[in-house]
């Protein structure tokens, strides 16, 4: 075990030794983190008006049961004022309740809440379905009384009490986080998979300096050299994976969706997979220049096409089913199957198992080229 944990530690000299070291740690997670920052400020508060003329029990009844999670509620008492708020794209829109609604209410007739939009059309359906429940529940309440004012307070005031149960939930719709968590997944994985890549780099540079040799001289076998090479990057790896996964738990709160033990397990398994790649690569390809640029090549199309940069839901089906033979895909899908709420182990275990596989195949690759190459490699690029 003496010559492993030499390899592990010459290894990470190298890799500390370079002057970029901090930069190459630090900036795919700062990265990473000014995404997450960007995308989480632009679903900010949604500000929204009302103008009650009306000002009775039912109308407030209406406000209160509209009021939108993470929102700015705004009243007016000029139709004028809050045409030209909207204008101004000061709030995102508003609803009028009309001056008679409760006596409408009471009698059976129709008397509508106008909405009044800006740009934001979804917003508009999401407080007229409110709103149709909300009319719909003191409609009935109405009819309950048989319109008579004092019996339908009454039966008002009983269900605010609760004596008669009335259960109002405010659903958070948490896609928005969902989308965010996938692509600052995805962006860090395909930064984790450029900082892999040094541990071609290492070996390339082993084989111009004919350290092949003298390693293989010494009682080293294929399987200790490339597990020196894998603890060496992993540990770099994982700094950077721990530091984002912080960052977006417990500074920026965003929900991801996918428990912490798993969201971890998933992107060391992501982890282990770059670097047995580029391991692979490293060792099969002779010529650093052709090495790199298949490496690149394959990780930003493979990042491309597995949803890492745009929400998976957006990439064409044909595309997705062709992205499964990356290994990206199988971790997005990991995230995907936690938020849709199907993320039982048993759901994600062929996900796992694959992941497993793709790492076992490059590394017995890599052992492979090391075991049955020559021992001494002719300089990359001569």
Not at 170 to 195: A, C, H, P, W
Not at 249 to 273: D, H, N, R
Not at 292 to 315: A, K, Q, R, T, Y
Request: aromatic content about 10%; some cysteine; charged content about 20%.
């Amino acid at each position: 075990m003496s010559e492993f944990f030499y390899l592990v530690r010459k290894n990470l000299k190298l890799i500390f030794n370079s002057k970029l070291i901090i930069a190459q740690l630090l900036i795919p997670v700062a990265a990473t983190l000014a995404f997450i920052k960007l995308f989480s400020s632009m679903g900010g508060t949604l500000n929204y008006g009302v103008m009650d003329l009306d000002k009775t029990t039912s109308s407030k009844y209406v406000i209160e049961g509209t009021k939108v999670n993470k929102g700015n509620i705004t009243y007016f008492e000029s139709e004028s004022e809050l045409d030209q708020k909207i204008k101004n794209r000061e709030i995102d829109g508003a609803y009028i309740i009309p001056k008679g609604f409760e006596d409408a209410i009471l009698k059976g007739t129709d008397n509508k809440i106008s909405i009044i939009m800006g740009s934001d059309s979804s917003l508009k359906n999401s407080l007229q379905s409110s709103i149709n429940d909300k009319s719909g529940t003191l409609t009935q309440m109405a009819q309950g009384a048989k319109g008579i004012k004092e019996t339908y307070y009454k039966i008002m005031d009983e269900s605010g009490n609760k004596i008669i149960s009335v259960n109002q939930y405010n659903l958070e719709d948490k896609k928005y986080d969902f989308q965010v968590t996938q692509m600052s997944v995805g962006i860090l994985i395909f930064f984790m998979m450029i900082r892999a890549s040094a541990t071609s780099d290492i070996m390339l540079e082993e084989k111009r300096s004919n350290c092949y040799s003298r390693i293989f001289a010494s009682p080293v076998t294929p399987l200790k050299f490339i597990g020196a090479n894998i603890l060496a990057n992993l540990s770099i790896l994982l700094i950077q994976m721990l530091l984002t996964v912080f960052f977006m738990e417990w500074v920026f709160k965003i929900t991801t969706g996918v428990p912490m033990p798993m969201l971890l397990f998933a992107l060391l398994l992501i982890s282990l997979v770059a670097i047995a790649f580029t391991t692979m690569m490293g060792i099969a390809i002779k010529d650093d220049k052709v090495s790199g640029l298949v490496s690149n090549l394959l990780m930003n199309v493979s990042c491309m096409v597995s949803g890492c940069f745009v929400p998976v839901e957006w990439i064409p089906q044909n595309i997705r089913s062709i992205s499964y033979v990356f290994p990206q895909s199988w971790v997005m899908d990991i995230l995907e199957k936690y938020q849709n709420g199907i993320g039982d182990f048993k759901d994600i275990l062929i996900n796992i198992i694959t992941l497993i596989a793709f790492i076992g195949t490059f590394l017995v690759i890599a052992a492979y080229k090391i075991k049955y190459s020559n021992k001494e490699m002719s300089l990359v690029g001569e």
